[in-house]
């Protein structure tokens, strides 16, 4: 005869299995949504929508760029980017290669992706957050790539250009 203890553990092993299961994210689905909600903010840029593009950005959000300097809040981020979206000359973004990667109560998600640009390959990387069930971004950063067998020459080019800002920033 099984005792009350083996019962009552049984149980308790039971509904932790339960409601484990049922708070567990579904990764496929959320992966979609983050591929969809980046794709979409790609093309929001592209056709200068500006109110679209800038509402996928958490309201304490961090863009930072390909250039040293280009560190911005959302606010900052807008005033810099609003005379783009107002004359159409916005970039134009694919996605061709995306990893997404989840916290492990899947409200937290990271990506790194390469990007077909005018820059030609880029890449992105972020921190989105589920809010009120849709993904927002928190922070995004955007890195032109150099191909290692040539960035020997790049060195030269950019050296000037980036030996002024590190003089600002010591």
Known sequence: MKSKFYYLTLGLYVLIAISCTQSLPDIK????K???A??????DAA????DAYFNRLE?????IGTDATERWNKTEFKIWAKPFFDHKKTWNFKSIQRNIYFSTDGNLAWFDELLNTQMKIC????VMIRKDGDWKIKQYVLSTTIPNQVLN???PIKTPVEDSILKVLK
């Not at 689905?29 to 979609?32: A, H, I, P, V, W």
């Not at 980046?38 to 093309?43: A, C, E, G, I, T």
């Open 123 to 126: 890449r992105g990387s972020g």
């Open 38 to 43: 980046l794709d979409q903010w790609n093309l």
């Open 59 to 63: 309201e304490d959000s961090y863009f």
């Open 47 to 50: 056709s200068a929508n500006f």
């Open 153 to 155: 020459q790049i060195i």
């Open 34 to 36: 983050i591929g969809a």
């Open 29 to 32: 689905s959320d992966e979609k």
